[in-house]
């Protein structure tokens, strides 16, 4: 199985920017869907990027679209989220996560199958 380490979060003021990374050990990304999700306190977690297994597309929540990128770089077996334009609303923790590429493409947290601990980004106004 592929074990998830999430790194780059911090406290940032409004319009101002975060790259996230997610490093992988253990098996390659090659072999998983990608994703990005963000959970409040209190709040179920929710889908904020996806990438296929090849990098041949993407998917993003309407409330990042235009902001937030999702790439991957399977040789250094690593997956970003670069964040612009920053909101106060943004503010939560971010976790990444990998869904076995042979099963569908799918954007629902609770279909991914392995999970970063998650980093913190706040956002202050």
């Known amino acids: 199985q592929v074990q998830l380490v999430e790194a780059g979060g911090g406290l940032v003021q409004a319009g101002g920017s975060l790259r996230l990374s997610c490093a992988a050990s253990?098996?390659?990304?090659?072999?998983?869907?990608m994703g990005w999700f963000r959970q409040d306190p209190g709040k179920a977690r929710e889908f904020v990027a996806t990438?296929?297994?090849?990098?041949?597309?993407?998917s993003y929540a309407d409330s990042v679209k235009g902001r937030f990128t999702i790439s991957r770089d399977n040789a250094k077996n690593t997956v970003y989220l670069q964040m612009n334009s920053l909101k106060p609303e943004d503010t939560a923790v971010y976790y990444c996560?990998?869904?076995?590429?042979?099963?569908?493409?799918?954007?629902?947290?609770?279909?991914?199958?392995?999970w970063g601990q998650g980093t913190q980004v706040t956002v202050s106004s």
């Open positions: 990438i296929t297994w090849s990098g041949s597309a993407t």
């Open positions: 996560a990998a869904r076995y590429k042979y099963r569908p493409y799918v954007n629902t947290a609770g279909d991914y199958d392995y």
């Open positions: 253990g098996r390659t990304i090659s072999s998983y869907h």
